[in-house]
T-cell receptor, first 109, second 116 residues
């Protein structure tokens, strides 16, 4: 069953703006991961944050994790048109990944 | 980096036929591979977990006799959709986890199946 829930479901911004996506989950986790999917393509792993970490950076990406609220956020700074994609959070309560419903991000020039 | 391939990338078949999808880890060995299904504008849903040399573990609601999974080697898992019907039309994605037990799963590019 799906554990993560992202919001917003869809987000439209202009190039240069920041995009923030949120993810909530239900059970305890060892880590939380964020993936990106371009339309009709496979998934690309973006970043993994462990349960004992609160914040992590990778290039223009910043991920936060609040285990007390069971939530995470993905911030993309200075967005580009090429960032247009769907973004999914995923948790791993067992051995396989449970994906959220995803946020569809549209970045317009 | 670790690369996972899938073949074919797209397949169109007639209702009632069977379709085999291959998932290969190209530069690493994978003891465990996962099969997901994704309907349009929806998230990925785990179908089954495939372990090399043993039977696959299917998620609730996934028919094991309809979706046959074979994980014959550490680099290859196959998913066969038997007697396909139009409602089986979907995007099938596999992922693999390396034998070194790392946390990250590597995803294949997906296979688009259209059953007419």
């Amino acid at each position: 069953s799906q554990q993560g829930e992202e919001d917003p479901q869809a987000l439209s911004i202009q190039e240069g703006e920041n995009a923030t996506m949120n993810c909530s989950y239900k059970t305890s986790i060892n880590n939380l991961q964020w993936y990106r999917q371009n339309s009709g393509r496979g998934l690309v792993h973006l970043i993994l944050i462990r349960s004992n970490e609160r914040e992590k950076h990778s290039g223009r990406l910043r991920v936060t994790l609040d285990t007390s609220k069971k939530s995470s956020s993905l911030l993309i700074t200075a967005s580009r048109a090429a960032d247009t994609a769907s973004y999914f959070c995923a948790t791993e309560p067992g051995y396989a990944l449970n994906f959220g419903k995803g946020t569809s991000l549209l970045v317009t020039p | 980096g670790a690369v996972v391939s899938q073949h074919p990338s797209r397949v169109i078949c007639k209702s009632g036929t069977s379709v085999k999808i291959e998932c290969r880890s190209l530069d690493f060995q994978a003891t465990t591979m996962f099969w997901y299904r994704q309907f349009p504008k929806q998230s990925l849903m785990l179908m089954a977990t495939s372990n090399e040399g043993s039977k696959a573990t299917y998620e609730q609601g996934v028919e094991k006799d309809k979706f046959l999974i074979n994980h014959a080697s550490l680099t290859l898992s196959t998913l066969t959709v038997t007697s396909a019907h139009p409602e089986d039309s979907s995007f099938y994605i596999c992922s693999a986890r390396g034998t070194w037990g790392q946390e990250t799963q590597y995803f294949g590019p997906g296979t688009r199946l259209l059953v007419l």
